[in-house]
């Protein structure tokens, strides 16, 4: 049932991207499979996950046959001599392999080894489609929102000290060496949940059974609902809205040689050097390329579902979760992405969903329910605020960033403490009483 509704809504997506003349999700990954790839790191991090329900020789094996195939048509390319522009020279091996064993788990397997080899290619197969339905989001929100909301989130920034201006000063005098930093960690978040999930997922192929809840159900739900706000509420972000937009700091990595300088569109070039002023905000208009894809930040999301699943594993893991979601915010900020509020929503955003897949899993629960109905109003009441009080938000920052901050923490302290609630209590080993010696 559940692959029946992801193919219904991967169609639907292609259908609306075909509406206006560009391919969608199915169509970009089909010509991935002889094509140059977008990204080849993302379709062998899609390998990996795979991976996990087959032995070790048996991933010795597939690794093997993904370099050989990527090798084989590096060389073909070379020979008639094939462009790889916009696209990496790797990766199609990877997805050949994970698409090879879909057909041995059809055909060679049977049974309960079938249903497990199928969710491991299925796990695969899903980092690889949701980064392509991301992209057709993007375009989508870009094509059917002509509006955008920046100047009331801007305004409601004013609460915070204008934190995207403030780090993206800090950021721009680092130069390239701390701009192409973060920008690898920002680029490579996938990779980062891949490393976590593999962690998580260790004991797949030993026990033959999949955990009830892992990091990429929650990467997959971020990814699918959080699309559905930009509809809602289209903001393209400071260094759009109030920069030049240059194409080498633009969002999507994909579109990079695509997308033309914004500037012409925004309000002033100011960013981020001057913060913009308090004026009554007011819709305005954009082009037709940005995407609309800041409210709520998906990568603080990601990062913090990161920074979550991590808590569970070694202290060196458990570092790189911390080290990466403070990266990232910075990223965010720094790169004109992103105003404060949307990390402050992009938190309360994947707290509340993870929440709600950790009482799927665990059987709801009054504190369960509490949590999610709790996160979800406070999800709402940031985005109305944000919408019909950034003028009074700017007004009084101090009591504004204030309760911004304090409803944030409270849906994470109720997260911490139902979740602390559900783990096991150890129950001490009764002890022999001690016997009298004998006289």
């Given at each position: 049932?559940?692959?029946?509704?992801?193919?219904?809504?991967?169609?639907?997506?292609?259908?609306?991207?075909?509406?206006y003349g560009l391919p969608g999700p199915i169509t970009n990954q089909v010509r991935e499979v002889v094509g140059a790839p977008k990204s080849g790191g993302l379709l062998y991090a899609a390998l990996?996950?795979?991976?996990?329900?087959?032995?070790?020789?048996?991933?010795?094996?597939?690794?093997?046959?993904?370099?050989?195939?990527?090798?084989?048509?590096?060389?073909?390319?070379?020979?008639?001599?094939?462009?790889?522009?916009?696209?990496?020279?790797?990766?199609?091996?990877?997805?050949?392999?994970?698409?090879?064993?879909?057909?041995i788990a059809g055909t060679r397997r049977t049974g309960r080894e079938r249903v497990l080899l199928l969710k491991g290619v299925g796990l695969g197969l899903i980092l690889v489609t949701g980064r392509?339905?991301?992209?057709?989001?993007?375009?989508?929100?870009?094509?059917?929102?002509?509006?955008?909301?920046?100047q009331y989130v801007a305004t409601a920034d004013h609460a915070l000290g204008n934190p995207s201006w403030l780090v993206g000063r800090v950021v721009t005098a680092t130069g390239p060496i701390g701009?192409?930093?973060?920008?690898?960690?920002?680029?490579?978040?996938?990779?980062?949940?891949?490393?976590?999930?593999?962690?998580?997922?260790?004991?797949?192929?030993?026990?033959?059974?999949?955990?009830?809840?892992?990091?990429?159900?929650?990467?997959?739900?971020?990814?699918?609902?959080?699309?559905?706000?930009?509809?809602?509420?289209?903001?393209?972000?400071?260094?759009?809205?109030?920069?030049?937009?240059?194409?080498?700091?633009?969002?999507?990595?994909?579109?990079?040689?695509?997308?033309?300088?914004?500037?012409?569109?925004?309000?002033?070039?100011?960013?981020?050097?001057?913060?913009?002023?308090?004026?009554?905000?007011?819709?305005?208009?954009?082009?037709?390329?940005?995407?609309?894809?800041?409210?709520?930040?998906?990568?603080?999301?990601?990062?913090?579902?990161?920074?979550?699943?991590?808590?569970?594993?070694?202290?060196?893991?458990?570092?790189?979760?911390?080290?990466?979601?403070?990266?990232?915010?910075?990223?965010?900020?720094?790169?004109?992405?992103?105003?404060?509020?949307?990390?402050?929503?992009?938190?309360?955003?994947?707290?509340?969903?993870?929440?709600?897949?950790?009482?799927?899993?665990?059987?709801?629960?009054?504190?369960?329910?509490?949590?999610?109905?709790?996160?979800?109003?406070?999800?709402?009441?940031?985005?109305?605020?944000?919408?019909?009080?950034?003028?009074?938000?700017?007004?009084?920052?101090?009591?504004?960033?204030?309760?911004?901050?304090?409803?944030?923490?409270?849906?994470?302290?109720?997260?911490?403490?139902?979740?602390?609630?559900?783990?096991?209590?150890?129950?001490?080993?009764?002890?022999?009483?001690?016997?009298?010696?004998?006289?």
């Open positions: 049932m559940a692959g029946v509704v992801v193919l219904g809504f991967l169609v639907a997506l292609e259908l609306a991207a075909r509406h990996a996950l795979t991976m996990v329900v087959l032995t070790w020789r048996e991933r010795f094996v597939a690794a093997g046959a993904a370099i050989g195939i990527d090798i084989a048509f590096s060389l073909v390319r070379w020979a008639v001599d094939a462009k790889t522009t916009g696209g990496q020279p790797f990766g199609n091996g990877a997805l050949w392999v994970i698409l090879g064993y879909a057909v392509k339905t991301g992209d057709t989001w993007l375009l989508i929100t870009s094509k059917t929102r002509p509006a955008v909301l920046d701009f192409n930093f973060l920008d690898i960690v920002y680029g490579q978040l996938a990779v980062a949940a891949v490393v976590v999930a593999l962690y998580q997922l260790r004991g797949v192929a030993a026990e033959r059974r999949f955990p009830g809840h892992h990091l990429v159900r929650t990467f997959l739900v971020i990814g699918l609902l959080g699309p559905a706000v930009y509809m809602i509420f289209p903001v393209v972000g400071p260094i759009f809205a109030y920069g030049d937009g240059t194409a080498h700091w633009v969002k999507v990595s994909l579109w990079a040689a695509e997308i033309p300088s914004s500037g012409h569109w925004a309000v002033a070039d100011v960013w981020p050097h001057m913060p913009p002023p308090i004026t009554t905000p007011r819709p305005m208009p954009f082009d037709g390329i940005t995407p609309r894809n800041c409210m709520p930040s998906l990568h603080t999301a990601w990062a913090a579902a990161i920074f979550i699943h991590s808590r569970k594993g070694p202290r060196l893991l458990r570092y790189a979760g911390t080290f990466w979601l403070i990266a990232t915010l910075t990223a965010t900020l720094g790169f004109g992405y992103h105003y404060g509020v949307d990390l402050i929503a992009g938190v309360v955003f994947a707290v509340t969903i993870e929440a709600a897949l950790r009482s799927f899993d665990s059987g709801w629960d009054r504190s369960g329910l509490q949590l999610v109905a709790y996160g979800a109003t406070v999800f709402a009441a940031l985005l109305v605020s944000y919408r019909f009080l950034p003028l009074k938000m700017a007004e009084h920052p101090w009591v504004s960033a204030s309760l911004l901050m304090l409803t944030m923490s409270s849906v994470v302290y109720g997260f911490v403490r139902t979740t602390a609630a559900r783990e096991p209590k150890a129950t001490p080993v009764p002890q022999p009483e001690p016997q009298p010696e004998p006289i």
